[in-house]
């Protein structure tokens, strides 16, 4: 760094992305500060100036405003989220703490400006509850105010509340390199010498078939709402007492049915109770039993209708909602220890030299460890399933292990072990478990119904008994090894190959349905609203069409007997696509126009190059690849559009627990924040 530096840069994006490299540039100013002349070429004379460019509101950003509803929850426990790395090895911060160090002063000391909302719910949240996404708005809005407060000498922070439509090169910076010219939508043109993407969730261009589904709805004077944040939508607009189709049951179709449902005025009660609210009857239940979660209910739930529900008509690939979590002391299961697909093991891939293939060298040691989490929970709790389970125990556990004479079968080997020690209906259908309806057909939407709800509430009791199902805790071995696989595409990649055909081409969704679903307790209203009629199914692998004799939307399975279901509106229950090459920024549109980004392209097996979803990067810090291949020096990435690099990009960062494990993945955003940060510092 110069001794009489300027330095001079722009934070695209102002949500918790942003806000980490944020917190990096000021708790690292604040050692060069502190250290004075000891810091090589560090004058105390030198200055940073950060812009931060954002039409949303800074620390919240897009997704987490605090003004939207409170039924939309947080897919995390109030232990997990932060944007405070707690890692040792980086500079401390200058301010802030965890979500949930910050829940717990908030509800000894609150801030005088909390609404009363905020108030009401930081009473009754606990440290393995599942906050609103509006709180944890709050928490971002209110840790970016920590920290400008404690701003070191030297710093000046700008926000402009608008959209940055350009960057483009300039001339040369105070270091000798390329500045950049930031162009806003409100006619502002900024000079800086780096420029940080951290660009969040974007809207982006619908699909052929949408934009057939949209037009068609024009003419027909239809109502489709496609793929979207859900806080961005005018759910008003949805008639009620007429049918609704809604395609996509992942985490955002709860999202959907409780603004179609709850926001509507309708109530959840526990059966048996006269009527007293759901809610409060969760709330009663002693702390980690509870709240939003089924654990520790002791009747089902039923829904009291307002009258002012739409009829939901849910369908999906799979015809049912993701799995449920599972009742838990933190966020992995502690009964989990991986003895395969170590952070150890995948090591030893870099040391030789090895880029790992997915279904060739890292699935199998998941698979190892996801088998011995099912059988191990099944012998010590259900006895009668398993014969001889001490010996079947030492058996199939020598047949797993990698490096046994008989590794190369290894899977022929635990089969048979299987079937002559396990109960037929004990055996575990890893890849079924994501597709519970598979293989069936069903004479009516009636028994349709009839077979989901009976899913959902089998799924909704595994999760209460935790640690001790064993279906619960193979996904938890799932689970973990998800962390484990985050730093290994981190790390050193896999091949192009295994990225296209294996992580992404199958287990992906097959892991995200088994691992990243909703808190139990949405399960149980689902299983509710079904009975008391609001929520019916289509069925799997359905079909969407409009058709043009009714002029209505049109569903149908092929697993399900009858005529298809049609509506005068259909609700896209998707977030926008996460894909630089169809995403609708006009920043992000220009860079790719002008040569500074680009995709990345990934050959699969067949030596054909794919388009990957995120941009062309080189750590570290990340730093995009322009059109002619060279590195755009001064621009750097971090968050969403590094899923080409990283996988699993979009969730927090995760808080330190008092126990369980520690993997490197669960902070990385944070350290990836750090680099940046000493990049733009020249550290």
Request: with cysteine; hydrophobic share 40%.
């Amino acid at each position: 760094m110069g001794t009489t530096q300027s330095i001079r840069t722009a934070l695209i994006g102002a949500g918790p992305r942003g806000t980490s490299v944020l917190e990096r540039l000021l708790a690292h100013w604040s050692r060069l500060k502190t250290q004075g002349g000891s810091a090589s070429g560090f004058h105390p004379s030198a200055t940073l100036h950060i812009h931060v460019i954002d039409p949303y509101p800074p620390g919240p950003g897009h997704v987490w405003q605090p003004g939207q509803s409170r039924l939309y929850l947080m897919n995390t426990q109030s232990f997990y989220p932060t944007v405070i790395p707690e890692d040792p090895e980086l500079v401390p911060p200058v301010a802030g703490r965890t979500f949930d160090h910050w829940r717990t002063r908030q509800q000894e000391q609150p801030l005088a400006g909390l609404t009363a909302d905020e108030r009401a719910e930081l009473a009754a949240l606990g440290s393995r509850d599942f906050p609103s996404r509006a709180l944890y708005g709050r928490y971002l809005s209110s840790t970016l105010q920590d920290l400008l407060a404690a701003s070191p000498d030297g710093v000046t922070v700008d926000f402009h509340r608008t959209t940055a439509t350009a960057a483009r090169r300039a001339g040369k910076g105070a270091a000798g390199e390329g500045t950049f010219d930031v162009d806003l939508a409100d006619g502002g043109r900024l000079t800086v010498d780096s420029v940080v993407l951290a660009l969040g969730h974007l809207e982006s261009r619908l699909n052929a078939e949408q934009r057939e589904l949209q037009s068609g709805a024009g003419r027909l004077k239809l109502l489709y709402l496609p793929p979207a944040a859900p806080a961005d939508v005018d759910w008003s607009a949805v008639p009620a007492g007429q049918p609704v189709l809604v395609r996509g049951m992942g985490l955002n179709f709860f999202d959907v049915m409780g603004q179609l449902t709850e926001g509507r005025g309708g109530k959840f009660v526990e059966a048996g109770t006269g009527g007293r609210d759901a809610a409060a009857a969760v709330a009663a239940l002693p702390p980690g039993g509870s709240a939003r979660t089924a654990a520790g209910r002791k009747s089902e739930l039923e829904y009291v209708p307002s009258g002012d529900e739409p009829l939901i008509i849910a369908a999906s690939r799979r015809g049912t909602p993701y799995r449920a979590k599972a009742n838990l002391s933190g966020y992995y299961a502690s009964a989990i220890t991986l003895r395969y697909l170590t952070e150890s093991a995948v090591e030893r891939f870099a040391a030789t030299g090895i880029v790992p293939g997915f279904d060739h060298d890292l699935w199998p040691l998941l698979h190892r460890d996801t088998l011995w989490a099912y059988y191990s929970t099944l012998a010590g709790t259900e006895p009668g399933s398993v014969t001889d389970s001490d010996g079947f125990l030492a058996s199939l556990q020598d047949a797993l292990h990698p490096h046994a004479h008989s590794a190369a079968n290894w899977e022929d080997e635990a089969r048979t072990l299987i079937a002559a020690h396990v109960r037929p209906d004990c055996r575990l259908d890893l890849l079924g478990l994501a597709a519970p309806l598979a293989g069936c057909s069903f004479a009516s939407r009636e028994d349709l119904d009839a077979a989901v709800v009976d899913y959902l509430l089998d799924d909704a009791r595994r999760s209460a008994l935790g640690e001790s199902d064993p279906v619960k805790m193979a996904i938890g071995a799932l689970h973990h090894g998800r962390a484990v696989l985050k730093s290994v595409v981190a790390d050193g990649g896999i091949t192009d190959e295994s990225w296209v055909a294996g992580l992404r081409g199958w287990f992906e969704s097959f892991v995200e349905g088994l691992a990243s679903g909703p808190p139990a307790l949405r399960a149980e209203q689902l299983a509710a609203l079904a009975r008391a009629g609001v929520v019916s199914f289509v069925g799997p692998d359905p079909k969407f069409w409009l058709d043009r004799k009714t002029g209505l939307f049109s569903a149908a399975s092929p697993w399900v007997r009858g005529e298809a279901v049609q509506a005068r509106s259909m609700i896209e229950a998707l977030a926008p696509a996460n894909r630089v090459g169809v995403n609708v920024s006009p920043l992000l549109e220009q860079l790719l126009a002008d040569g500074l980004v680009r995709a990345r392209l990934m050959m699969t097996a067949e030596g054909v190059p794919v388009e990957t979803t995120g941009l062309d990067v080189r750590p570290h810090p990340y730093r995009p690849v322009g059109a002619n291949g060279s590195v755009t020096e001064g621009m750097y990435v971090l968050g969403l559009q590094l899923s080409a690099a990283q996988w699993g990009t979009a969730i927090a960062a995760e808080a330190r627990q008092q126990s369980g494990p520690v993997y490197r993945s669960g902070q990385r955003t944070l350290r990836d924040a750090d680099e940046i940060a000493r990049g733009i510092l020249g550290l």
